[in-house]
């Protein structure tokens, strides 16, 4: 069975950083992409960043590039996400989502929130 579970969040002033992490199980990890996404009240989901099977190419929405860093490590099947000089607008719940190679469909994790305010 397929679970992946997000850890990481919590309440932080402008400015400071937390480090997310999804622990994966229940399927190939190695092989899959892995993404994080964001859902802030009253909005849509939204891409934050995403990772190819080997790390090799990393993919950051345009809000996150040069403040969030997507990273994994294929033998603790876990992916993070770093994220510096957070704003009170990446106020969300972090989802992590996976994408096994030639699958048609992908899995949700159930989601870690992030207060950034002072």
């Known amino acids: 069975q397929v679970q992946l579970v997000e850890s990481g969040g919590g309440s932080v002033q402008p400015g400071g950083s937390l480090r997310l992490s999804c622990a994966a199980s229940?399927?190939?990890?190695?092989?899959?992409?892995m993404s994080w996404y964001r859902q802030a009240p009253g909005k849509e989901r939204e891409l934050v960043a995403s990772i190819t099977s080997e790390g090799g190419r990393t993919n950051y929405a345009d809000s996150m590039k040069g403040r969030f860093t997507i990273s994994r490590d294929n033998d603790k099947n876990t992916v993070y996400l770093q994220m510096n000089s957070l704003k009170p607008e990446d106020t969300a719940v972090y989802y992590c989502?996976?994408?096994?190679?030639?699958?048609?469909?992908?899995?949700w994790g159930k989601g870690t929130l992030v207060t950034v305010s002072s």
């Open positions: 989502y996976a994408r096994p190679l030639f699958s048609a469909m992908g899995y």
């Open positions: 229940g399927f190939t990890f190695r092989t899959s992409l």
